[in-house]
C-alpha cells in the first residue's frame, strides 16, 4: 500500500488539546470556589457543576485520544495491501463537517472509512446507534455523508462507506444495518474481496490529487499549518 497523506490526527488533537484546556479551567475554578467556599462558607453544591465539568471533560478527553489509537491501528493494518492501493488519513473535505479517518483508493473501489475505537456492547437498527443502551448520533449516517463528499468531489460513482470498530472488546448488536460494519481484523479481506477492476493506476493517483487539493485548499481558508 502507498500513503498519499499521512494520518497527523490533526482534527482528534485539536478536540483532545480542546478538551484538555477546558478540564484544567474546571480545575481551577473548583480550587478557587473551594477556598473561597472555606471563607465565606458557602454551600457546597456552588461547587457542583465545576466538579461534573471536570469529569465530562475529561471523559471527552480520553475518547479523542483513544480514537487516535484506533486510527493508528487501521492504519498498520491496512499496510498488508499490496501497492496498487493508495491511502489518504485525517483528511478534511468541508469545513461543516469533521475529518474523514481514511481513504483507500483501489483498482475495484474507492472506500470512505469511518473509525471507531468503541469499547463494551454497541447496537444497530439500520441507521440507529445505541452504545450501550442509550441512543447516539448515527455513525452510519456519518459515514454515508463522508462518502457522498469524496463522490461529488472526484465525480466517481464507486464509492463505498465502510464502518470498522478497532477495539477487540467491543461486542456488535447489528440489526440490518445500512453499510458495511466491520471489525479491525476484517478489513483487509473486505477490500481484496473486490474483484471487479474499475480504476487504473493513473486514475487513482489522479482521484487522489483532487482529494487531497480540496484539503489543502480548505486549510488554506482557515489558516492552518
Same mark, same amino acid.
Given at each position: 500500500?502507498?500513503?498519499?497523506?499521512?494520518?497527523?490526527?490533526?482534527?482528534?488533537?485539536?478536540?483532545?488539546?480542546? *478538551?484538555? *484546556?477546558?478540564?484544567?479551567?474546571?480545575?481551577?475554578?473548583? #480550587? %478557587?470556589?473551594?477556598?473561597?467556599?472555606?471563607?465565606?462558607?458557602?454551600?457546597?453544591? %456552588?461547587?457542583?457543576?465545576?466538579?461534573?465539568?471536570?469529569?465530562?471533560? &475529561?471523559?471527552?478527553?480520553?475518547?479523542? =485520544? =483513544?480514537?487516535?489509537?484506533?486510527?493508528?491501528?487501521? !492504519?498498520?493494518? &491496512?499496510?498488508?495491501?499490496?501497492?496498487?492501493?493508495? &491511502?489518504?488519513?485525517?483528511?478534511?473535505? @468541508?469545513?461543516?463537517?469533521?475529518? #474523514? /479517518?481514511?481513504? #483507500?483508493?483501489?483498482? @475495484?473501489?474507492?472506500? !470512505?472509512?469511518?473509525?471507531?475505537?468503541?469499547?463494551?456492547?454497541?447496537?444497530?437498527?439500520?441507521?440507529?446507534?445505541?452504545?450501550?443502551?442509550?441512543?447516539?448520533?448515527?455513525?452510519?449516517?456519518?459515514?454515508?455523508? *463522508?462518502?457522498?463528499?469524496?463522490?461529488?468531489?472526484?465525480? %466517481?460513482?464507486? !464509492?463505498?462507506?465502510?464502518?470498522?470498530?478497532?477495539?477487540?472488546? !467491543?461486542?456488535?448488536?447489528?440489526?440490518?444495518?445500512?453499510?458495511?460494519?466491520?471489525?479491525?481484523?476484517?478489513?483487509?479481506?473486505?477490500?481484496?474481496?473486490? *474483484?471487479?477492476?474499475?480504476?487504473? /493506476?493513473?486514475? &487513482?493517483?489522479?482521484?487522489?490529487?483532487?482529494?487531497?487539493?480540496?484539503?489543502?485548499?480548505?486549510? @488554506?481558508?482557515?489558516?492552518?499549518?
Amino acid at each position: 500500500m502507498q500513503i498519499l497523506r499521512e494520518g497527523k490526527y490533526k482534527y482528534l488533537n485539536n478536540k483532545a488539546r480542546e *478538551n484538555r *484546556n477546558r478540564i484544567l479551567y474546571s480545575l481551577l475554578i473548583l #480550587i %478557587v470556589l473551594f477556598l473561597f467556599s472555606r471563607i465565606h462558607d458557602l454551600f457546597g453544591y %456552588v461547587m457542583l457543576i465545576p466538579f461534573l465539568a471536570f469529569f465530562i471533560f &475529561l471523559r471527552r478527553y480520553r475518547n479523542y =485520544k =483513544k480514537g487516535i489509537e484506533g486510527e493508528k491501528k487501521v !492504519v498498520e493494518t &491496512l499496510q498488508s495491501l499490496d501497492n496498487s492501493h493508495y &491511502l489518504i488519513n485525517d483528511i478534511v473535505l @468541508n469545513s461543516k463537517h469533521g475529518n #474523514i /479517518d481514511h481513504i #483507500i483508493l483501489s483498482p @475495484n473501489e474507492i472506500f !470512505v472509512i469511518e473509525t471507531k475505537n468503541f469499547w463494551g456492547q454497541i447496537g444497530c437498527d439500520r441507521d440507529n446507534w445505541y452504545y450501550p443502551k442509550y441512543e447516539i448520533p448515527s455513525i452510519s449516517k456519518q459515514a454515508k455523508r *463522508n462518502a457522498l463528499l469524496v463522490k461529488r468531489i472526484t465525480g %466517481v460513482n464507486f !464509492v463505498q462507506p465502510l464502518l470498522v470498530f478497532t477495539n477487540s472488546d !467491543v461486542e456488535l448488536k447489528l440489526n440490518s444495518p445500512t453499510i458495511p460494519v466491520l471489525k479491525l481484523q476484517d478489513l483487509c479481506d473486505f477490500i481484496e474481496k473486490k *474483484n471487479s477492476r474499475r480504476f487504473t /493506476d493513473r486514475e &487513482l493517483r489522479r482521484i487522489g490529487e483532487i482529494i487531497i487539493s480540496q484539503c489543502k485548499e480548505i486549510e @488554506n481558508c482557515k489558516g492552518l499549518n
